[in-house]
């Protein structure tokens, strides 16, 4: 049999010969005198078997002749791999599989070698991305992580947030230059803008801006000083106080008025107009009978057996006889009648122990002036006037005396002053229409909640708005009362929202949450309510006071109204 390299020696000495260019020597080798090249030349290539094969991929002479791979092995580089893995640098078989240890993320480096959550296997190293760290099993960030913030396991706990590294405490944001709730911005509220604070008045709308770490002055129209012109220039709720007189007609023409409410005006002028029986309108109300233009203060008096100039006495200095004598004075009201004796043939003055003339009108339930009526002419009730009165109307009595005359008051903002009405009284005058039977005031007030956007949202806070009612010395604590009912707005104080409690405090009604203080007559009442924080939690109240037995007082009575915001929830 003739081997490989035999054949090879043969095809080519015959090639050889039949070109003519060798002859074969006696033993049949290669041609002397020639140039020979082996057929296995190639890298790794050798004759095995008679065969000429590579060494570096053969499985039946991997890396040798005669070095046979086992079965289910491959040549990889004259080396005897399991399924042909290795092929490619790195790879290795892990758990069966063929794994690249320079890319898997489970067998980085060598089998079984994991990565951290977020990290990636490049060159058989676990990296983890560009700005992240390693910390054991996951990749952090440690500016922002709160569980590792600026370093492994320094965690920042629950009350503080990580930023830029460093563990802080969010709070509420504030205007003072400084980004108190940590989220990058500074006195901003939660719609990104800058933190602002409602000043609105009763003259109009207005904010307080935070500008470079505090609050602007309030933008609100500014009241000015009360002018008389049927406005409320002052925003103090009332519109021309302290500057209206009440005039009365004068309906003889001899300068002075009677008091009958019923005709009379209040204004800041003179009205221009005449009264209903055509008399001119005067400051004085002090005729004792004002359809004799004969009768009136400061006649002379005559012999004619009437009061001429209306003091209480009839026919003073008349003549009389030495000693006679005579009632005189009046016998009305407070007033008692006293007695006149003739000296001279001349009526002296009224007197006598008993005798009591007639003195200006007190707010006090007596009639002093002795005209049949009790606490007549006194200050008006500025709140009883209608609020769109204009200049020459009369006082509406009673323009407040229902829900829908309800007077608007300031708002009591939360943690500002308290919102007061001062100067108002339950007291139906001699002018009064008589089908009202008793004077009741009405208002209406919004308690706002002032911070609502400043604040963590969602959580839970708590808005009390406390009410303290001063009733008049003369009246007991119970002859009075004041009633608070939620509205569904506070453009309409006859609206209740719905299945809204009534609170009230005094006439011996008093609510549960209310309480008297004895010394001060103060009844005072803290009405609670729970919000949440980013949501407007203001809440529009109507307010009755009224007199549950009828009472007729001129004397003034005190309402304040105060606000507060606690930022936790209510108590149970």
Not at 7 to 28: I, P
Not at 208 to 235: H, L
Not at 366 to 377: A, I, N
């Amino acid at each position: 049999m003739i081997n490989q390299s035999t054949r090879y020696a043969t095809l080519w000495a015959l090639t050889l010969s039949g070109l003519g260019l060798y002859a074969c020597d006696g033993d049949g080798g290669a041609p002397s005198g020639s140039v020979y090249s082996s057929p296995c030349s190639l890298e790794g290539e050798a004759i095995c078997n008679d065969k000429c094969v590579d060494t570096r991929s053969n499985p039946e002479h991997c890396g040798a002749c005669g070095e046979t791979c086992p079965s289910g092995f491959l040549c990889v580089n004259g080396d005897c791999e399991r399924g042909g893995c290795g092929a490619q640098e790195g790879e290795r078989i892990c758990d069966g599989a063929c794994i690249d240890l320079n890319t898997d993320g489970q067998h980085c480096g060598a089998c079984n070698v994991a990565c951290a959550e977020g990290a990636r296997c490049e060159g058989g190293d676990c990296l983890c991305a560009t700005g992240l760290t390693e910390c054991i099993d996951t990749c952090v960030n440690l500016e922002v992580d709160r569980a590792h913030c600026g370093a492994c396991f320094n965690d920042c706990g629950s009350e503080q947030d990580c930023i830029d590294g460093e563990c802080r405490t969010s709070r509420d944001e504030l205007c003072d230059g400084e980004d108190n709730d940590l989220d990058g911005l500074i006195d901003e509220d939660k719609s990104g803008g800058p933190l602002t604070i409602d000043c609105s008045t009763l003259c109009g709308s207005g904010a307080r801006v935070c500008v470079e770490g505090a609050f602007s002055e309030c933008d609100a129209p500014q009241g000015t000083e009360e002018v008389c012109d049927s406005s409320d220039n002052d925003c103090d709720g009332l519109a021309d106080e302290g500057l209206v007189t009440t005039y009365y007609e004068d309906r003889d023409g001899d300068g002075y008025g009677s008091a009958d409410l019923t005709t009379a005006l209040s204004s800041c002028a003179p009205p221009a107009i005449s009264g209903p029986n055509g008399g001119a309108y005067v400051t004085s109300n002090i005729d004792c009978n004002d359809d004799n233009r004969e009768v009136y203060p400061t006649a002379m008096e005559l012999c004619d057996l009437i009061d001429n100039n209306c003091d209480g006495t009839v026919d003073e200095g008349c003549s009389c006889l030495q000693g006679e004598t005579r009632p005189c004075g009046l016998d009305v009201g407070a007033c008692r009648q006293g007695v006149q004796t003739c000296v001279g043939e001349t009526f002296g003055a009224c007197e006598g122990d008993e005798y009591i003339a007639p003195s200006p009108e007190r707010c006090d339930g007596r009639d002093e002036d002795c005209d049949g009526v009790t606490d007549e002419e006194l200050t008006p009730d500025l709140y009883e006037q209608a609020e769109d009165a204009q200049e020459g109307d009369p006082l509406t009595e009673g323009a407040n005396d229902r829900c829908e005359g309800a007077r608007q008051l300031m708002q009591s903002n939360s943690g500002a002053p308290s919102v007061s009405v001062e100067g108002a009284s339950l007291y139906s005058s001699a002018g009064i229409d008589a089908q009202v039977a008793r004077d009741i005031d009405w208002y209406r007030i919004k308690s706002t909640d002032a911070f609502f956007g400043f604040c963590t949202p969602t959580r839970p806070q708590c808005l009390t708005m406390t009410v303290d009612f001063e009733h008049p010395s003369s009246l007991g604590s119970d002859d009075l009362q004041v009633c608070l009912t939620q509205l569904v707005s506070l453009e309409d104080a006859c609206v209740p929202a719905d299945g809204a409690p009534r609170f009230c405090l005094g006439g011996g009604q008093s609510s549960e949450l209310s309480s008297y203080d004895a010394l001060r007559r103060t009844h005072s009442m803290a009405l609670q309510w729970a919000g949440v924080c980013g949501i407007d939690d203001s809440r529009s109240f109507g307010v009755e006071v009224s007199s549950p037995l009828g009472v007729n007082s001129c004397e003034p009575y005190s309402l304040r109204f105060r606000t507060e915001l606690s930022n936790s929830a209510c108590p149970e």
